[in-house]
């Protein structure tokens, strides 16, 4: 992935966590920055299913879903499955989507499981959905209600690259266009997957950097007399601690490690909380982010 990605290494990265922990990542970012080619390099290197849905303000939950056909032959209804039951699913542009399409997408991802007729269906396992969004189109887009953000357990936010890197990706685009195809990659089997899952579950958490992730937590809820006082309108909820957790032992096991560390939490910190927390008015006034709060939090909080 990275051979095919120019200056998305921390991009790959996180898709590799959110796959090791179990979770689902929102990719936001300009076009032309390479987010659905990542989700397609992934889905090239596993060994399940892909489905692509372009999102449109016209979209029906029944199009994620599936729905009911009717067979003339023997008079009854068969269910063709929607696109959201593979094992990867990549949601372009989701902010498009309106609130019925993004309703039947959050059962998806918080049961693993989707209704549709009356009838509740299991997704598959695995099952990952890596949603894309435009963050500078605003015009026909339905914003992600606090319930569907906090689902995610990564949330990316990438920028254009500088001269070098983009000098490399001219070189990447026009060398593929010239060369030969390759034969297919070898794919992560299923098996091998839930092998890694369990070595994930299994990488030692300290109670120390439990406290280090708990603190963080609390951070943004208990403000007063801190730097963050007065900027957070809401906190980061329990699923913020139990992210951290989960993707510190991801990105340790990644690093080749059997044990998490404090520079595991604090690399992923900002990409697993900023978007469960609402900066109140005098922050958005002031221009300052989530992120911006979470990157304050992290250097008054420290690990030990």
Do not use: Y
């Not at 009838?119 to 189109?137: G, K």
């Not at 030692?204 to 809820?221: M, Q």
């Not at 005098?282 to 709060?293: F, H, M, P, V």
């Amino acid at each position: 992935m990275r051979a095919a990605l120019i200056g998305h290494e921390e991009l790959v990265e996180r898709l590799m966590t959110a796959l090791l922990a179990r979770g689902h990542v929102l990719i936001e970012g300009p076009p032309g920055l390479a987010k659905t080619r990542a989700v397609k390099r992934l889905a090239g290197g596993l060994d399940g299913t892909f489905a692509r849905i372009q999102c449109t303000p016209d979209l029906m939950p029944s199009d994620l879903t599936g729905t009911q056909v009717f067979r003339r032959q023997s008079e009854t209804f068969d269910f063709v499955a929607g696109p959201i039951f593979h094992s990867l699913v990549l949601v372009d542009e989701i902010n498009r989507a309106p609130p019925k399409v993004q309703s039947a997408l959050l059962e998806a991802m918080a049961e693993g499981q989707v209704t549709a007729g009356g009838v509740t269906r299991a997704l598959p396992d695995p099952f990952m959905v890596v949603a894309t969004q435009n963050s500078i189109e605003h015009e026909g887009t339905f914003p992600l209600p606090e319930a569907q953000l906090d689902r995610f357990l990564i949330h990316v936010d990438l920028a254009l690259p500088d001269a070098a890197r983009e000098r490399a990706i001219l070189d990447l685009v026009e060398g593929e266009a010239r060369a030969e195809p390759s034969p297919p990659a070898t794919r992560l089997s299923h098996a091998a997957l839930a092998e890694a899952r369990a070595a994930t579950a299994a990488v030692h958490l300290a109670p120390a950097l439990r406290d280090f992730i708990v603190r963080l937590v609390i951070g943004t809820r208990e403000t007063a007399g801190t730097p963050l006082e007065g900027l957070v309108e809401h906190a980061v909820s329990p699923r913020g601690t139990l992210a951290l957790a989960a993707s510190a032992r991801a990105r340790a096991l990644i690093h080749g490690r059997d044990h998490a560390l404090p520079e595991d939490v604090e690399a992923l910190a900002t990409d697993t909380l900023a978007h469960r927390l609402i900066p109140s008015w005098r922050a958005t006034s002031e221009g300052l982010s989530a992120r911006d709060i979470v990157a304050r939090l992290l250097t008054h909080v420290r690990p030990w």
